[in-house]
């Protein structure tokens, strides 16, 4: 009866770290969503901008282009550091229920099924070698200030929206 009720807690810890892992990964996911509206909107206005007719004041036009242009980085800027945070947090608690599955070292689950079950091509090498480096990067759970302050700019989805936004106020500044 024992070892019954230590598999069912087992399975129970299971259950509930891989919920941790769904409900972090349901707040990057939500996010996401909720930015990318924000980023549409504020696209349209700067769009409508840019069809408007000449501005009274270009002065303070171009304040608020260059005021709307940079809190709206900042603001990408902080969605990507919290669900940066976020992802790391899920692949923490993801590692600690693969741990209740796997009781062997995930390193050596890696080695024998990556190297010694099968020969990698370059190719599976060099992409393997990328997944080691970024469950390294997900699994530190604290986000480095280096990281914080431009990490979001390796991004290719941050780029898109700094870029469109950039280009569309541009574009309204001189279209006024």
Same mark, same amino acid.
């Given at each position: 009866?024992?070892?019954?009720?230590?598999?069912?807690?087992?399975?129970?810890?299971?259950?509930?770290?891989?919920?941790?892992?769904?409900?972090?990964?349901?707040?990057?996911?939500?996010?996401?969503?909720?930015?990318?509206?924000?980023?549409?909107?504020?696209?349209?206005?700067?769009?409508?901008?840019?069809?408007?007719?000449?501005?009274?004041?270009?002065?303070?036009?171009?304040?608020?282009?260059?005021?709307?242009?940079?809190?709206?980085?900042?603001?990408?800027?902080?969605?990507?550091?919290?669900?940066?945070?976020?992802?790391?947090?899920?692949?923490?608690?993801?590692?600690?229920?693969?741990?209740?599955?796997?009781?062997?070292?995930?390193?050596?689950? &890696?080695?024998?099924?990556?190297? /010694?079950? #099968?020969?990698?091509?370059? @190719? +599976?090498?060099?992409?393997?070698?990328?997944?080691? $480096?970024?469950?390294?990067?997900?699994?530190? &759970?604290?986000?480095?200030?280096? /990281?914080? #302050?431009?990490?979001?700019? @390796? +991004?290719?989805?941050?780029?898109?929206?700094?870029? $469109?936004?950039?280009?569309?106020?541009?574009?309204?500044?001189?279209?006024?």
């Amino acid at each position: 009866m024992a070892d019954e009720d230590k598999a069912h807690f087992e399975k129970d810890r299971f259950d509930a770290t891989m919920k941790l892992v769904e409900f972090r990964l349901a707040r990057i996911s939500s996010r996401r969503q909720h930015e990318w509206k924000v980023t549409v909107g504020l696209w349209a206005i700067l769009a409508a901008w840019i069809f408007k007719s000449k501005a009274d004041h270009p002065f303070i036009f171009w304040l608020v282009l260059i005021c709307i242009v940079l809190v709206h980085i900042w603001w990408i800027r902080m969605h990507w550091v919290r669900s940066t945070q976020d992802a790391k947090i899920a692949f923490t608690y993801q590692d600690d229920a693969a741990k209740l599955i796997y009781p062997t070292p995930k390193e050596e689950v &890696r080695k024998f099924y990556f190297y /010694e079950e #099968r020969k990698l091509s370059g @190719c +599976e090498k060099r992409l393997h070698s990328l997944c080691e $480096t970024m469950a390294r990067f997900y699994k530190k &759970r604290e986000i480095s200030d280096c /990281e914080k #302050r431009l990490g979001f700019l @390796c +991004e290719g989805v941050c780029w898109v929206q700094v870029l $469109t936004t950039v280009v569309l106020a541009i574009g309204a500044a001189f279209g006024a």
